[in-house]
Every structure is written in structure tokens, then in C-alpha cells.
């Protein structure tokens, strides 16, 4: 058979061990018929007739991960877009065929996905949590307490976890290239861990009575461990019930008593509770950080190393600028 219809019949052969084995008798005709007319062409993941194994992730941050360890050997997609709102997202028609049709789904865990565990319910395909075996750190805050943050991959040292959990993954889906996504995950975590010590380096540079991190949703809990920052949000975790007046009562009361000199907001929801913050205290609007989602292509994070360097960019500029800026603001 050649290569590239033998790698046909494995896929088809791998989507068939899932299904029953009533429907594996009724279906196997058909398959065995369709490979042949088809050689493949007509791939059922609907991704233009490539033959790879499909995996989809929940969120573009694991999409981008998950691709540096799949290299050209899976085709990697992400069920919600660039800039979408992931606590609360709800899955469309579309979003469920595609699934459908995917060998393998990963999910971050940790409650981040609460749509998730309905959304694969129905569903035929293998999935994967990728922050199995992270220490995850606790909610202190709101009705979310007690509950493990979900945004674990804000430390990169817990991305090198979600690698090696996607190694695995990956080799259970296709044990013929597991050497590739080895070698492929080592070169990852080795390009983790400069951007973990980059990200050190650059907060470490802002003074000691300027390291608050406030942000609109507490989803920076694992960076500011990590980087040696107090942080603080108006709400827990993105949800219907945020930016309540007490939250932002909590934040402005914060900002006035510890002068912070900068406020940040995320990509994936409104500023204007913080905006409020802003407007009731006299900081500064620090900018948008990237948490939830990546950028666009051509915006200013396409991959997750970058939303880390970008994140910490702006943070440094922002609090340890703040003395520089008062400075320049006061020159006529
Ligand atoms: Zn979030």
C-alpha cells in the first residue's frame, strides 16, 4: 500500500476504534470504499484533504503550545477565536461538528472551560487536560474561593507541565512520530525557561513600593508569584456577576491608599470598570494585557511566548516608568 494511503487508513482506522462495534460493521464498506475513491482526498476533519490527526484545543494560547510540539506531523486548531471571551464562551452548531470530526480535543482544566464538560459530552473523541499535574494556586477572593486559579499558564514553568502532558498526547495519538514531539517539546521548554528568566529579569527592575499589579480580572496570580508582584483585581474570574460596586469600591480603595502608579486591563473584556478605577484615583491607564487569548496574527501577541514578553513589557514600563512620567508631566 503506499505510505500515504497506509497513513490514511490509520487515521480512518483510529476515528473507526472509537465508534461501536455495530456501527464499525455497518460502517466498514463504506469506509474501506470511500478510502479507495477518495485516496484520502475527502479527509472527514474537513481540513482540505490533509491527511494529519486533528487536534483542537479550547483557546488560542494552548493552540499556539500545542503546535510548537506537534510540528508539521498534526494539524492543530483552536475552537474559540482570537479575542474571545473563554470562561463563559458557548459553542456553536459549527463548533460541534468540527469536534465531531477531530482525533483529540485539549482542555487547560482547573474549571477554566465551564462550557467544556457539556460541550465533549456528546461527543465520540479523546480529550486531554493539560494542567494535570500542576500545582495550582487558590482563588482568595469572591464567591470563587478556595477554587483553583485556572490560569495556570501565566507561569511558563507550568507550561513546560502542559508540554510534556501534550507529548503524551500526542504520542498516544500517533506513536509513529513520538521521537518528533520529544525532541520537539525539549526544544519548547528550553525557550520556556529564557522566557521565564527574561520576564524575572525584566520585573525585577521595578521598584519595591511600585509592585502592585492591578488588573481587571485576577488571572495573574501565577506571573506575579513568580515575578515577585502583589496583585490585586476587581473580579475573580471572568463571569456574569463582575465588576460589582464593591469590587470596584475594593480596587480604588487600593489604588488611593498604596499610590499605585499604573492599572492595567485584558485583551478579552471591557476596561471600563477600570476606567472607573482610573477616573475615581488618578492612576494611570497601564494598557491591555494578554491573558485569555492571543492577538490576531498581525497584532502584538500571535504566540504565548510573546504574550509573556509583551505582558511583562508593559507591566515594567508602566510601574517603573511611573516616577520618569510624573517627572515629565509636571514640565510645562
Ligand atoms: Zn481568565
Known amino acids: 500500500m503506499p505510505k500515504f ?28 470504499l ?11 476533519s474537513g481540513n482540505g484533504g490533509d491527511d494529519k490527526p486533528v487536534v483542537l484545543t479550547t483557546f488560542t494560547v494552548l493552540a499556539d503550545i500545542a503546535r510548537n510540539v506537534a510540528g508539521d506531523k498534526l494539524t492543530v486548531e483552536s475552537i474559540t477565536k482570537a479575542g474571545a471571551e473563554i470562561h463563559g464562551y458557548e ?15 485539549l482542555d487547560n482544566g482547573l474549571n477554566l ?22 500545582e495550582a494556586m487558590s482563588i482568595s477572593e469572591d ?11 501565566m507561569s511558563p514553568l507550568n507550561v513546560q507541565i502542559y508540554v510534556d502532558n501534550m507529548v503524551k498526547a500526542f504520542t498516544e495519538l500517533d506513536p509513529d512520530n513520538a521521537d518528533v514531539f520529544k525532541a520537539n517539546g525539549d526544544a519548547y521548554k528550553a525557550q520556556l525557561q529564557a522566557v521565564q528568566d527574561e520576564m524575572k529579569a525584566s520585573l525585577a527592575g521595578v521598584p519595591e513600593n511600585q509592585r502592585a499589579l492591578v488588573t481587571c480580572e485576577g488571572a495573574f496570580s501565577y506571573l506575579a508569584r513568580d515575578a515577585g508582584l502583589r496583585e490585586v483585581y476587581i473580579w475573580a474570574v471572568n463571569a456574569e456577576q463582575q465588576a460589582t460596586p ?10 488611593k491608599a498604596n499610590q499605585v502608579p499604573a492599572v492595567f486591563c485584558e485583551s478579552t473584556v471591557s476596561d471600563a470598570p477600570m476606567q472607573q478605577v482610573v477616573g475615581a484615583t488618578g492612576t494611570k491607564f497601564g494598557g491591555v494585557l494578554y491573558v485569555d487569548s492571543l492577538s490576531e496574527a498581525d ?4 504566540t504565548y511566548l510573546d504574550l509573556i514578553r509583551h505582558d511583562a513589557d ?3 514600563k508602566a510601574l517603573a516608568g511611573a516616577s520618569a512620567g510624573a517627572t515629565a508631566a509636571t514640565k510645562p
Open 5 to 32: 494511503l497506509f497513513r490514511c487508513a490509520k487515521v480512518a482506522a483510529r476515528r473507526f476504534a472509537r465508534r461501536s462495534a455495530a456501527f464499525r460493521a455497518a460502517a466498514a464498506a463504506a469506509v474501506v
Open 34 to 44: 470511500s478510502l479507495s475513491l477518495t485516496a484520502c482526498g475527502g479527509d472527514a
Open 91 to 105: 459553542p456553536t452548531p459549527g463548533d460541534i461538528r468540527k469536534a465531531s470530526k477531530a482525533d483529540l480535543i
Open 113 to 134: 472551560e465551564a462550557w467544556f464538560a457539556q460541550f465533549v459530552e456528546g461527543l465520540d473523541v479523546p480529550h486531554a487536560v493539560v494542567s494535570e499535574g500542576v
Open 143 to 153: 464567591s470563587y474561593q478556595g477554587k483553583p486559579n485556572p490560569h495556570a499558564w
Open 246 to 255: 464593591q469590587q470596584i469600591t475594593r480596587a480604588i480603595e487600593y489604588v
Open 299 to 302: 497584532g502584538p501577541v500571535p
Open 314 to 316: 508593559l507591566i515594567t
